[in-house]
Each structure stands twice: as C-alpha cells, then as structure tokens.
C-alpha cells in the first residue's frame, strides 16, 4: 500500500472496529481534504436503525456542507468497495479518488464509477476482508438487509 | 396524471412546500407501499445541516428498516428528478418504479435508472416546476451546493 494512505485506511478501519463493538456492521469511511480528515464515520444500521447511513454516507454527513470544490479535491477511504448509494454520493459530489479497502467479500458500483471517470484503487487488505467474512458468516440476515437482497 | 398517482404526487408536494416554508431547499418525497406512505421527507440541507438528506433520502430514512421485498414492492413519489445519489438509494433497494413531479429545472440520473429496469414516470406537474423555478432564481448558491456545482 502507498505509505501515504496508509494513516486514512487505518482511520477508517477503526471507524469501523468501533462499529462491530457496538454491535453495528463493520464498514468505516474517511472523507480526506488537503491532508486533513474532515468527516469520519460507519455503518449505522443497527446503532441508528438507519438505512441510508452507510460508513460513506455518515462520514459524509459528519463532514457537514461543503461547497463543490471541497469534495472535488478530497479522496474517500472505505473499508468496503461502495454499494449504488454510495457510489452515487460520490458521483453527486464529484470526489475523484476513492481508496478502498477491499471488494472480496461485496463488488460495489466500481464499473460505474470507472466508467465516469473516478479513479479508485483496492487495496485488498487482510484486516477489512477479515473483518467483513467474520461478520458475513454470523449475521447473514443483517447483512443482507443493508444491501437490499 | 393517473388519478391513483395523485394524493402521492400530493403529500410529497406537500413536503416540499414544508420545506420552503421552513426556509428550505422545496423538495419532498413519500416512499408507498401497498397503497401506504411508509416513509415522507423533505431536503433537509438547510434545517438539519445535512449533506445527504436529499428529499428521497429524508423518506428513505424516515421509513426506518425494512426488508428487501418492501423497497422491491414500492413506489418512490418524488417531486424532482433524482440526483445520482438518490438514484444510487433507489437502484441500492431495488425499488422497481419512480415517480417524477418534474425533470424541467433539473435532470437527475434517469437514463441510468431506465437502463438499470426502473420504471420512470414524469408528469411535470406546474406547481413543482414553479416551486424550483423560484426557489433557484433566489438561491442559486444554495441550490448549487445542493447538486454538488
């Protein structure tokens, strides 16, 4: 992995890590401008019995408003390729550059968003795909649910 | 328009007149399933600060958990055409049919939505396209921060 995601990733993963310990899905996202962290969040299906508050959309919405040309210069770290919502937020704001963490265990919209022009690197790591089979294989229903299938 | 469309086209228009009325972007949306609105919202950017809240998803959320063969049995009513994301939400859940007040002022994803086998219905209806008409001829920086321009 380039050094300079590493810190980003492993902010999101523990976005992540922190939801599994409240019982909640394990997907965490970052939203990074100019170096900076501004709006960090997770999944929060089961803390907020929400269903659009996905780790990319809550890291979103804790970055609060921003004009066009903050989003237009951020990168977005997942832990998880991004489902349509997600991916459509980020072809709503125009982020060019997604860092996910891996596409084992669930394919997002990635062909979409290549055909639109956002580059997107996977970095396939052990911990994200880890963490998503364990949870996978316990809560198939929950998990199932936060994808519509 | 199709007389059983109507009282739904209605309440969404109704949520986004609550919305201008609160100082807000005029966007509504109601989520029906069997004859029954389960979810209604409204643009919440303004009023709760909020970046994905887009009408459509205010709905979304408002409508709580649900399963998948909800969302696969329901109509989405919203007053405007859907963005990417609330496209991306609606293509995520699976909900086979969309439909539309108006697509004048602004052209959301439509031709992905068809392309993908949802079934899109716009009626541009008059009070909906001078609700946005008026609205983005007084705020047209608000209405730009609110589609990512």
Redesign the interface.
């Known amino acids: 992995m380039s050094e300079s995601h590493q810190p980003y990733l492993e902010a999101a993963i523990e976005e992540a890590r922190r939801s599994l310990a409240q019982g909640g899905i394990p997907i965490g996202a970052v939203l990074v401008y100019q170096g900076k962290i501004i709006g960090r969040g997770h999944n929060q ?1 089961v803390q907020k ?5 996905h780790a990319e ?1 809550d890291a ?2 804790n ?6 040309k903050v ?1 237009e210069q951020s990168i977005l770290y997942t832990t998880l390729s991004p ?7 980020i ?4 982020i060019p550059h997604v860092v996910i963490g891996e596409n084992q265990t669930f394919m997002g ?1 990635e062909s ?1 968003l290549t055909s639109r022009g956002i580059k997107l690197e996977v970095l396939q790591n052990k911990e994200c795909i880890t963490m998503m089979r364990h949870f996978i294989a316990q809560d198939r229903t929950l998990w ?2 936060d ?3």
């Open positions: 299906r019995g929400s269903s659009i508050l959309m979103l919405e970055a609060g408003r921003q004009q066009a989003y489902c349509p919502m997600c991916s459509g937020a072809l709503l704001y125009k919209e979409l199932n649910e994808i519509g299938e």
